[in-house]
């Protein structure tokens, strides 16, 4: 009985991480400087987008000090990448761990991995993996 208890967990894990690896948020998102050379825009303009227009139409969110946008601005589709990041605060509130340790897990692990991206000065994080010091 127990080895089929153990089967079904690792069915569920296996489950848990192809829906995972299907989206992955951090290709889909984008800073003030790469949405300045791909617009053509100042990011001083784009700053301002951000701030009086995009985040109103869930097209862009601010993180830390760092504005992040939705790449594909025109179809947010079922899944909006910008309602699965999370900077370096939300992620230390939501795995009780200090910012610190945070920032050296994406430094040191997780960015190799693809969860995490750094923004300018920001960390972003991908919010759908598990806390990953239990996972080791």
């Given at each position: 009985?127990?080895?089929?208890?153990?089967?079904?967990?690792?069915?569920?894990?296996?489950?848990?991480?192809?829906?995972?690896?299907?989206?992955?948020?951090?290709?889909?998102?984008?800073?003030?400087?790469?949405?300045?050379?791909?617009?053509?825009?100042?990011?001083?303009t784009i700053k301002d987008l951000?701030?009086?227009?995009?985040?109103?139409?869930?097209?862009?969110?601010?993180?830390?000090?760092?504005?992040?946008?939705?790449?594909?601005?025109?179809?947010?589709?079922?899944?909006?990448?910008?309602?699965?990041?999370?900077?370096?605060?939300?992620?230390?509130?939501?795995?009780?761990?200090?910012?610190?340790?945070?920032?050296?897990?994406?430094?040191?692990?997780?960015?190799?991995?693809?969860?995490?991206?750094?923004?300018?000065?920001?960390?972003?994080?991908?919010?759908?993996?598990?806390?990953?010091?239990?996972?080791?």
């Amino acid at each position: 009985m127990p080895n089929k208890q153990a089967n079904l967990l690792f069915e569920q894990e296996e489950k848990f991480m192809r829906a995972y690896d299907a989206f992955n948020p951090l290709p889909h998102i984008m800073d003030v400087e790469e949405a300045s050379g791909m617009m053509n825009l100042q990011p001083s303009t784009i700053k301002d987008l951000c701030r009086l227009k995009l985040s109103k139409e869930g097209k862009a969110i601010k993180k830390g000090k760092t504005w992040i946008l939705n790449r594909n601005q025109h179809d947010l589709g079922s899944v909006n990448p910008l309602h699965c990041i999370m900077d370096v605060m939300e992620a230390a509130v939501l795995w009780n761990l200090a910012p610190s340790t945070i920032k050296d897990l994406c430094r040191l692990r997780l960015s190799k991995e693809g969860k995490a991206i750094k923004k300018g000065k920001t960390w972003i994080l991908n919010r759908n993996q598990p806390n990953p010091k239990k996972i080791f």
